[in-house]
């Protein structure tokens, strides 16, 4: 029973434009979110988060919306540079950031020149 | 800052063979996790360490794996005798308290 999932595989940006990546969740216990990327044969890299009490937190070039009641959270790349391409994984977890991490299957982004 | 290093990289045995997995976490790190990924699948969580005690083993397959953590540094996971379906990407991540997961790169198992 998958708990934490991101429907689309792949996704494919034109360079300079938004890229939205989707996740949903079924557990109501989660209450902290993070974006992990990762590029081939490297380990997964911590790329933004947002707690439960939050609906939007920003860094730099990504945002992260968080819609509580629809159990549902978007990651959104703006504008998208080629080296934004990797897959991008969605995890959460039920204490702030110190338990273990339930990811998703990840979604393979393509930023394209 | 060094980051988590896992050792070895690629690892390939044949089925009901030992192979024991190593990972040195972050200098002052307290939490050190196992993660696994099958076939381009999710990452799943294996277990968790709080310096050398087991907090959250919930997540290990079954009795062919035993992760240690001696000392509270560096961690081993051994997978004895090994299946075919073990075959996966094994990550270890380390944290300090209440921050984010720092993760390494990697051991690619393959069991033939």
């Known amino acids: 029973d998958q708990q934490v999932k991101q429907n689309s595989p792949s996704l494919s940006v034109q360079e300079g434009r938004i890229s939205i990546l989707n996740c949903d969740y079924t557990?109501?216990?989660?209450?902290?979110f993070l974006w992990y990327k990762k590029y081939p044969a490297e380990g997964p890299t911590f790329l933004i988060s947002?707690?439960?009490?939050?609906d939007k937190n920003e860094d730099g070039r990504f945002t992260v919306f968080l819609n509580k009641s629809a159990k549902h959270l978007s990651l959104h790349i703006v504008p998208s540079q080629p080296g934004d391409s990797a897959v991008y994984f969605c995890?959460?977890?039920?204490?702030?950031?110190?338990?273990?991490?339930?990811f998703g299957t990840g979604t393979r982004l393509t930023i394209i020149p | 800052e060094a980051g988590v290093t896992q050792f070895p990289s690629h690892s390939v045995i044949e089925k009901g063979q030992t192979v024991t997995l190593r990972c040195d976490p972050i200098?002052?790190?307290?939490?050190l996790y196992w993660y696994r990924r099958v076939m381009g699948k999710e990452i799943k969580f294996l277990l968790h360490?709080?310096?050398?005690?087991?907090?959250?083993e919930s997540g290990m397959p079954n009795n062919r794996f035993l992760a240690e953590r001696t000392g509270g540094t560096y961690s081993t996971l051994k997978v004895q005798p090994a299946e075919l379906e073990d075959s996966g990407v094994y990550f270890c991540?380390?944290?300090?308290?209440?921050?984010?997961?720092?993760f390494g790169p990697g051991t690619r198992l393959t069991v033939l």
């Open positions: 991540a380390s944290s300090r308290s209440y921050n984010e997961q720092f």
């Open positions: 557990n109501s216990m989660f209450d902290y």
């Open positions: 947002i707690s439960s009490i939050k």
């Open positions: 995890a959460a977890s039920d204490v702030f950031g110190n338990e273990k991490l339930t």
């Open positions: 200098s002052g790190h307290d939490n």
């Open positions: 360490f709080v310096k050398e005690s087991k907090q959250d």
